[in-house]
């Protein structure tokens, strides 16, 4: 590990000028990915802003009904948190899927939106990698790569996107709070990070100077139906092979009323399936309509060598969480019980 320098931040402002003196700087939370990545040579940040002791620990309800998570609550308090558990389980199944006890102790909100690939050329020095080192290659693309993008990617990169809380906040429809010291804006979380195109070297849309103070749990889509399903290689703590995040209302016909889709470990980003929701918003929430609207979503795939088997598991496990939730049948404005 190289050495750094290191601002301890008492407030927004002074953690955003620290960022802005300091091109470069990373934020400091649990660290458990960024300081893993300093220690392989991946991340050489000349500045870290440690911003763990930032008034950004609590979630709090807002007069209209939604949730402000703050960036520095750590993943375990947020996936056991009352409401949460009550009105959002999809965010809750998906943090307890998405580490071991001891990790999520220690990750934050903030820090798992902004955790970095796992590809395995991103991680190796020796290889090339257009997101490490851009203009280099994609050594993914003809090398190892069973795990990596079918949707979204470029030949500047094919790496995934690795976190399983941001495919749920995705079809949530909640948004990430943005801050740099002056004026504030939130950002939509399925547009919060981005398709490699031809900067790969970018995943977020965050602006030099920004931070991270929060996320916004919406009241529309509190209390719906949700699930989170993942598939991984074993049941024990495991990056995704694919996974679903869904949030289902039907209506007294039986149609769709709501439905909020996205995939995980698919693409550079959490995926919102904006295709699919389409064909079903106002369809017969039956399997087959799952189903059609699905492969609808899904035909935009363009699977490599060795993950083809991807675009069916995807397939199949949205097709299996809707028609779960479809069956309940739960109302808005009602509680549920957790999958």
Not at 306 to 323: E, H, I, Q, S
Request: proline share 6%.
């Amino acid at each position: 590990m190289e050495p750094f320098g290191y601002v301890r931040a008492g407030t927004v402002r002074e953690a955003a000028e620290a960022l802005a003196e300091h091109p470069g700087a990373r934020c400091l939370g649990g660290g458990t990915n960024l300081v893993d990545l300093m220690k392989l040579g991946v991340e050489r940040p000349g500045v870290l802003v440690d911003v763990s002791r930032l008034p950004l620990d609590t979630v709090e309800e807002l007069p209209d009904g939604s949730l402000r998570v703050g960036a520095t609550v750590r993943n375990s308090d947020l996936a056991a948190h009352p409401l949460v558990r009550d009105r959002y389980p999809v965010l809750s199944q998906a943090l307890l899927a998405g580490a071991s006890g001891q990790l999520r102790n220690a990750a934050t909100t903030s820090g798992n939106l902004l955790q970095r690939t796992r590809c395995p050329h991103f991680q190796d020095l020796s290889k090339p990698c257009n997101k490490r080192t851009p203009g280099t290659g994609c050594a993914a693309r003809e090398g190892t790569h069973r795990d990596h993008a079918v949707l979204g990617h470029s030949e500047q990169c094919v790496a995934t996107h690795p976190s399983d809380m941001a495919v749920a906040l995705a079809a949530l429809d909640a948004r990430v709070e943005l801050d740099d010291g002056r004026t504030t804006r939130a950002v939509p979380a399925d547009r919060f990070h981005r398709l490699p195109g031809d900067q790969p070297e970018r995943d977020t849309e965050i602006r030099p100077g920004e931070l991270i103070t929060g996320v916004v749990l919406p009241a529309a889509t509190a209390s719906l139906p949700s699930a989170y399903r993942k598939a991984r290689d074993r049941a024990s703590y495991a990056f995704a092979l694919a996974s679903v995040a869904a949030v289902l209302s039907t209506a007294e016909d039986g149609t769709v009323a709501h439905v909020g889709l996205a995939f995980g470990a698919l693409a550079h980003k959490p995926w919102r399936a904006e295709r699919a929701e389409a064909a079903l918003r106002g369809a017969p929430a039956t399997e087959d309509a799952f189903a059609h609207a699905v492969e609808r979503e899904l035909r935009a795939a363009r699977p490599l060598r060795d993950n083809g088997y991807k675009v069916p598991l995807a397939r199949n496990l949205a097709v299996d969480v809707l028609t779960r939730l479809a069956a309940r049948r739960t109302r808005p404005g009602t509680t549920q019980e957790d999958s």
